[in-house]
């Protein structure tokens, strides 16, 4: 890549409350999918580092659990991975929804974020659903806070504002060569995100408490000679009684999962899948510091 002392990289850490479209904007941004997403809460587990490079700078975007208030010790790990992922951070994105008032979670998260010492952009996402006075009485609650270098309304379901999101995130990094090869997406390999894309799938398919207790380990991972990859998986699951209800009734479910993930897998890989799933029980792993870490891939 030729470089210049314009260009400029850095990472910029994308934080709200969960549900404000954080993956999606995320994904939108990047021009394809490489986190998932879900109308569920607490959806994203763990830190993810994307990296969108353009003909100028280089944007290591780290998505991070949403904020919320922890009631477990799976709630607990996920607010410490969203306050691991402001260490080292140039820039942060603070995402709200057009809802014309300051949340008092949003106060309270933005005060600790302002300690960071980097610029924090206030984006108001989801302006495709505002209606009448929403996004201007949003844009002047937040603004009173008087935390925000800027403040910038997009929609990632419609793509207004997303060029002048990166433009804004791009003037406000320091210059600096890439801190990735530019054929680099993300800093996760092909088997973690084989499971999120299994995890979504079956968060979207799954009620009541299940999506919460859910998570996938991929156990195979191989190209056959004939160019198709071979995929092993297990959906994990905390206690028995939920096994049958992930595989559903003639195993009608699972299969409906694994077909789901499969186009998205073979959408990223470019090549044909085989993807063979089972349901595995480890009996109360939300609850266990160990296999909370491992399950999640939280670092």
Avoid at 3 to 26: E, I, P, W
Avoid at 31 to 54: M, Y
Avoid at 109 to 138: Q, W
Avoid at 226 to 254: C, H, N, P, T, Y
Wanted: hydrophobic share 40%; proline share 4%; with cysteine.
């Amino acid at each position: 890549m030729t470089q210049d002392l314009q260009f400029r990289a850095g990472y910029v850490g994308l934080f709200g409350q969960t549900n404000v479209g954080k993956s999606t904007l995320l994904n939108a941004m990047l021009g394809e999918k490489l986190v998932i997403t879900s109308a569920k809460p607490q959806t994203t587990r763990c830190s993810v580092r994307c990296v969108l490079t353009t003909t100028d700078a280089q944007i290591v975007f780290v998505d991070t659990p949403g904020l919320h208030r922890a009631r477990t010790l799976l709630g607990r790990q996920l607010l410490r991975e969203s306050r691991r992922s402001a260490r080292g951070l140039d820039l942060a994105a603070y995402v709200v929804e057009p809802w014309r008032r300051v949340k008092e979670e949003d106060r309270h998260a933005i005060e600790n974020l302002a300690l960071g010492g980097f610029p924090i952009l206030l984006v108001v996402n989801k302006i495709d659903a505002a209606r009448g006075n929403d996004l201007e009485e949003t844009l002047l609650a937040y603004a009173e806070l008087g935390a925000f270098a800027e403040l910038i309304p997009v929609s990632a379901r419609t793509g207004k504002g997303l060029d002048d999101l990166v433009k804004t995130l791009t003037r406000f990094l320091p210059p600096s060569p890439p801190l990735f090869s530019a054929d680099v997406k993300c800093d996760r390999g092909e088997a973690f995100l084989i499971q999120e894309w299994i995890r979504e799938k079956a968060t979207e398919l799954t009620y009541e408490e299940i999506p919460h207790s859910l998570a996938v380990r991929v156990k195979w991972l191989e190209e056959r000679s004939d160019g198709l990859v071979d995929i092993k998986a297990e959906i994990i699951v905390d206690r028995e009684s939920q096994k049958g209800m992930v595989i559903g009734k003639g195993g009608r479910l699972i299969k409906r999962i694994g077909t789901l993930a499969r186009a998205d897998i073979e959408a990223f890989l470019g090549r044909r899948v085989y993807l063979e799933l089972a349901v595995t029980v480890v009996p109360g792993w939300t609850k266990d510091e160990d296999d909370v870490r491992q399950l999640t891939g939280a670092s």
